[in-house]
């Protein structure tokens, strides 16, 4: 055997002993949470205050870091890249799910990362009209397409978005021609609905919810599986006649593919720690979020509920023209 062959040999026998001993220090260092969104956004802010709540709770120390790129797959490809030593986390969201059916990616969501856990669930998308239209009730807006087709114009948030989505939804059920006009966020598209440059839009609560208390838009349905606790009073596309019209939003928790099966446990628990905190419930409650509970909230049932979500959005994106994408293997 060649010198430099057998010094890779003696480092590969090195490191296999070492990084055992290395897996039961952990952590030892801070641990990055790689939120692949900008500061500020639906999963950044789940991710921020759950980092905090988790350093206090294991004296651990826990650093945000924002990898904003191509629709969240800049930040997951960093993490799928990372050392599976648990050290460099994802903080992933529903666009994991939704991307493969889209545009290209160079992962599976599901098979090349550990999942850990959920973090939250939703928030659900919120259809809100111009306060100024008459509509009272989504049969209004229906009825009003329905007899003046490609009249009616919706805001979204561009193509392969769950407010675009939710409108191709929309038309395949209800039987209308609704147009749909791109923004470059929910956030400016709800805006276009107070200006009255469209007559309404599928938009998240965190939107919705401010912008209705004010007078500006009128809140006509939730496309969520449930009703809001904090909006009782707006019921649920389901409740109107659209079954299986369940757009809402999730975060999660994961890492590299193989992260060790100690360093699994130790996340997935120092996660339901943090989640079930008053301090977390408080701030994830104001932006129209659930948290799971933790008896379910393991990583096989994290793993299923990405498996089954992945196969819905291929419906959906059936819907959309688009040809849903076999996770890559």
């Not at 050392?83 to 969501?109: R, S």
């Not at 809100?128 to 009730?137: D, R, S, V, W």
């Not at 890492?255 to 100690?262: C, E, I, Y």
Request: with cysteine; glycine share 8%.
């Amino acid at each position: 055997m060649t010198r430099a062959k057998l010094t890779v040999a003696l480092f590969a026998a090195l490191w296999s002993l070492m990084s055992p001993a290395q897996a039961q220090n952990y952590p030892n260092r801070p641990i990055t949470l790689v939120v692949p969104f900008a500061p500020g956004g639906l999963t950044d802010v789940p991710a921020r205050v759950l980092a905090a709540i988790m350093q206090e709770k294991t004296g651990a120390t826990f650093v945000v870091e924002n990898k904003t790129g191509a629709s969240g797959v800049v930040g997951a490809t960093q993490v799928w890249r990372a050392e599976p030593d648990g050290y460099t986390l994802l903080c992933n969201a529903l666009a994991d799910v939704q991307n493969l059916h889209y545009i290209n990616v160079p992962y599976n969501a599901i098979t090349d990362f550990t999942l850990i856990g959920k973090i939250t669930d939703g928030p659900p998308l919120v259809l809100i009209a111009n306060a100024g239209l008459p509509y009272k009730t989504l049969k209004d807006v229906i009825d009003d397409a329905k007899a003046n087709p490609n009249k009616i114009s919706f805001g979204t948030s561009g193509p392969a978005t769950s407010p675009a989505i939710s409108l191709t939804q929309l038309n395949h059920t209800a039987g209308t021609k609704i147009v749909g006009v791109p923004y470059r966020g929910s956030g400016e598209a709800a805006t276009a609905v107070v200006t009255g440059a469209v007559q309404a839009t599928f938009t998240f609560y965190t939107a919705a919810k401010p912008l209705a208390d004010g007078g500006k838009v009128k809140p006509l349905a939730i496309a969520g599986a449930k009703r809001i606790p904090t909006w009782p009073d707006v019921p649920t596309m389901q409740e109107l006649g659209y079954p299986n019209f369940n757009h809402g939003g999730f975060v999660g928790l994961a890492g590299p593919a193989k992260l060790p099966p100690n360093v699994v446990a130790f996340l997935n628990k120092a996660l339901n720690d943090a989640i079930h905190s008053d301090a977390f419930k408080t701030r994830m409650e104001a932006l129209g979020m659930t948290i799971p509970e933790a008896a379910a909230n393991t990583p096989e049932n994290f793993a299923a509920f990405m498996r089954t979500e992945t196969a819905r959005q291929a419906e959906l994106a059936r819907l959309t023209g688009h040809g849903p994408t076999a996770p890559k293997q």
